[in-house]
């Protein structure tokens, strides 16, 4: 019986940090998949040579997104003649995570503050892998965190090159690959 009530008391310390541990897997995987996202928007344009358009397509400022081949008549991939490549809605293992978006480049270089909304928003690549209209209205910076307290914030860019770079704006890029400043 003692044995039982140890092992009880064990498992209640334990649950706030196993919470924890799940909300920031639950926040790295929504990075992740919008990562993915725009790596397979780049990787498509070159391949298809054609413009190929990623958008987070929630105004709920959730991680969901799209990935659509452009047309000459299409800006957008809602627009008709737009061509779905790939859709992804954010739940089970990116539930719960809210996203941020900006297009301004003053933002992709300064990560002290989390963004919010932003949304919905997207960057076009070009046949060369290279995002259209960079610094006026691409997507240049995608923030994944939570609500609650105690939860982690990671940050994806994107560079002039098309370049799709994921990290955590609370270590400092001098000490670790992962940092971002």
Do not use: H
């Amino acid at each position: 019986m003692v044995t039982i009530v140890i092992f009880a008391v064990l498992v209640l310390l334990g649950v706030p940090s196993y919470q924890e541990w799940i909300l920031n897997s639950r926040i790295r995987n929504a990075s992740e998949s919008i990562q993915n996202g725009l790596r397979l928007a780049r990787n498509e344009a070159t391949q298809r040579d054609l413009d190929v358009r990623f958008e987070l397509t929630s105004a709920a400022a959730t991680a969901d997104w799209t990935v659509c081949a452009l047309t000459a008549t299409a800006t957008s991939c809602t627009d008709t003649g737009a061509v779905p490549i790939q859709s992804f809605v954010a739940s089970g293992g990116a539930g719960g995570v809210l996203v941020g978006a900006s297009v301004a480049i003053a933002q992709s270089t300064t990560f002290d503050t989390g963004l919010t909304g932003g949304l919905p928003a997207g960057i076009t690549f070009d046949p060369l892998g290279r995002p259209t209209a960079y610094g006026t209205t691409s997507l240049l910076r995608i923030d994944a965190y939570a609500a609650q307290a105690g939860s982690r914030r990671l940050v994806t860019t994107i560079s002039p090159g098309g370049q799709v770079r994921m990290c955590d704006p609370q270590l400092p890029l001098s000490t670790s690959p992962q940092g971002c400043k």
